[in-house]
């Protein structure tokens, strides 16, 4: 059985850190590139970065570049998103997935929020 | 202007056809774009329906019904999911994605009601 399993939301204020993790199971990690995905409270998905299935390349939004980091361990099966800097507008719940042309695997997400 | 444009809301009814619209951007062109569509429902995450470019290029998701396709218009620039015989189950909102300039791009989303 597939399963992503994001961890490491909560709650932080203006400015701070925190690093999301994404656990995967049951497919082949190290062949797909993977996606960080947020969904703002009543609002639309909106992608946030990706990176390539051996580590590269890797590709930001522009409403992130600079602050996140996207990283992958394939060892581990695990995916991560180091953000920094962050913003009330960053407050989402935030998804991994392949997306794209790789299999449909969505985990339940993990709950970001940037509060003063 | 938005990359892809979707209108906000759509009310069809059961057993009826809803065609539901992804306009592209002046400059990128739909002919050569693979237009993606997911499906989501309350506390759950998006769902891959399908994929499209063209009749000889396209991919259905998983376990997902035949009388949702795929589709272009051209001359609107856009992509169109279909659904044909419309069902309950089907009120939910969607979304449209494409892979543009090193980043996927979704839709702002269209609700849809069945009613």
């Known amino acids: 059985e597939v399963q992503l399993l994001e961890s490491g939301g909560g709650l932080v204020q203006p400015g701070g850190s925190l690093r999301l993790s994404c656990a995967a199971s049951?497919?082949?990690?190290?062949?797909?590139?993977m996606n960080w995905v947020r969904q703002a409270p009543g609002k639309g998905p909106e992608w946030v970065s990706v990176i390539g299935a051996s580590g590269s390349p890797t590709y930001y939004a522009d409403s992130v570049k600079g602050r996140f980091t996207i990283s992958k361990d394939n060892s581990k099966s695990t995916l991560y998103l180091q953000m920094n800097s962050l913003r009330a507008e960053d407050t989402a719940i935030y998804y991994c997935?392949?997306?794209?042309?790789?299999?449909?695997?969505w985990g339940q997400g993990t709950l970001v929020t940037v509060y003063s | 202007q938005a990359v892809l444009t979707q209108p906000s809301s759509l009310s069809a009814s059961p057993g009826a056809s809803a065609s539901l619209t992804c306009t592209l951007r002046s400059g990128i062109n739909v002919g050569t774009s693979r237009i993606y569509w997911y499906q989501q429902k309350p506390g759950s995450p998006p769902q891959f329906l399908l994929r499209y470019k063209s009749d000889s290029d396209k991919q259905q998701g998983s376990g997902v019904p035949s009388r949702f396709s795929g589709s272009k218009d051209a001359s609107a620039n856009a992509g169109i999911l279909l659904i044909s015989g419309l069902q309950s189950e089907d009120e939910a909102d969607y979304y449209c994605m494409i892979w543009h300039n090193n980043a996927w791009v979704f839709g702002g989303g269209t609700k849809l009601t069945v009613l």
């Open positions: 997935t392949p997306l794209g042309d790789g299999p449909d695997y």
């Open positions: 049951g497919f082949t990690f190290s062949s797909y590139g």
